[in-house]
């Protein structure tokens, strides 16, 4: 059986990850495709267990290396229970956020070594990456207006998330095979087409 193809949606707080994972989901359902459609932190019991901690709580209580262990703990139960299985049955698997977020959110954003989220990184997925990653890419004061400010990290700082912003427009750039920027502040439905007609590439190349 062909392995199927894993995409990311990354990018800051307001971006539009999730409306656009719903329209990327029924949009490749209608044409024929087996989607699995998730999320991180969650996406199975035991992470989404963990997501209550991190995203529902205080940001504020945790260290950077302890939110970091966090993250990847519920990150590798997604991966064994669910990514990986996906993929070997040929799914195209979709996924509100991955690994980049935590280099982006704990690295960039909250100052941890990136070496040691990425040795975090390979001792708990190894070298599982995406296919293909979206960037939707908007000013953090834009996405702060967007977003409902009713999750931690939502209500961290302005500099915070701008240096998120620019976390992730460095990963970009280092990737460029496997990131796709997307200006998101253009309409919700002019960002579906453009990702589903660069989600077409990828399967035509398959």
Not at 53 to 66: K, M, P, R, S
Not at 106 to 113: A, E, K, T
Not at 151 to 166: G, N
Not at 191 to 206: A, Q
């Amino acid at each position: 059986m062909t392995r199927g193809i894993f995409i990311t949606l990354e990018g800051g707080e307001g971006a539009g990850k999730t409306t656009q994972l719903r329209s990327l989901r029924e949009r490749l359902e209608k044409s024929g495709k087996n989607v699995i459609a998730s999320r991180e932190p969650g996406g199975t019991p035991g992470a989404e267990a963990l997501r209550k901690l991190l995203v529902n709580g205080d940001a504020y209580n945790w260290d950077a290396v302890t939110e970091t262990l966090l993250h990847f703990a519920a990150r590798r139960d997604h991966v064994e229970k669910l990514i990986r299985p996906a993929l070997e049955e040929g799914a195209v698997v979709l996924c509100d956020r991955f690994a980049d977020s935590t280099l982006a959110y704990q690295g960039h954003g909250h100052g941890l070594d990136l070496k040691i989220v990425e040795a975090i990184r390979d001792a708990t997925i190894g070298g599982l990456k995406p296919d293909l990653t979206f960037l939707l890419d908007l000013p953090a004061e834009e996405g702060l207006k967007r977003a409902a400010r009713s999750q931690s990290y939502e209500r961290l700082p302005l500099e915070f998330h701008q240096c998120l912003r620019d976390g992730f427009r460095t990963m970009a750039r280092a990737e460029p095979e496997r990131f796709v920027v997307v200006d998101a502040t253009q309409s919700a439905e002019k960002v579906t087409e453009i990702l589903l007609s660069e989600i077409k590439k990828r399967l035509d190349n398959t």
